[in-house]
């Protein structure tokens, strides 16, 4: 079992920069495969990136390549997301997951967070 933690969300104008973090609990958190996935209004829930357990391998939805990061500390049982040069269309609710494949299906994980809300506008 792993429960899942965001924090970082806030509002913020076009071109700032957030870092989301997700905290994880459970022994187990260094073996999961992480992601973040992100929900507007209206609309379904889509990949943002992933990681794989040991931070070697990364994904990341097209829409934010070269502007997000995502990394892991193990030790700290914690997955962030490093996101520069936000747009009005990063608006949205940002979810950590926690699952067994890196991979960008909702499919693929097992244990989310409550989400923290994440907002750009001038």
């Known amino acids: 079992q792993v429960q899942l933690v965001e924090s970082g969300g806030g509002l913020v104008q076009p071109g700032a920069s957030l870092r989301l973090s997700c905290a994880g609990s459970?022994?187990?958190?260094?073996?999961?495969?992480m992601g973040w996935f992100r929900q507007a209004p209206g609309k379904e829930r889509e990949f943002v990136s992933a990681?794989?357990?040991?931070?070697?391998?990364?994904l990341y939805a097209d829409s934010v390549k070269g502007r997000f990061t995502i990394s892991r500390d193990n030790a700290k049982n914690t997955v962030y997301l490093q996101m520069n040069s936000l747009k009005p269309g990063d608006t949205a609710v940002y979810y950590c997951?926690?699952?067994?494949?890196?991979?960008?299906?909702?499919?693929?994980?097992?244990?989310w967070g409550q989400g923290t809300q994440v907002t750009v506008s001038s």
């Open positions: 990681i794989g357990w040991s931070g070697g391998s990364t």
């Open positions: 997951a926690a699952g067994g494949i890196l991979g960008m299906s909702r499919n693929f994980y097992d244990y």
């Open positions: 459970g022994r187990t958190f260094s073996r999961n495969v």
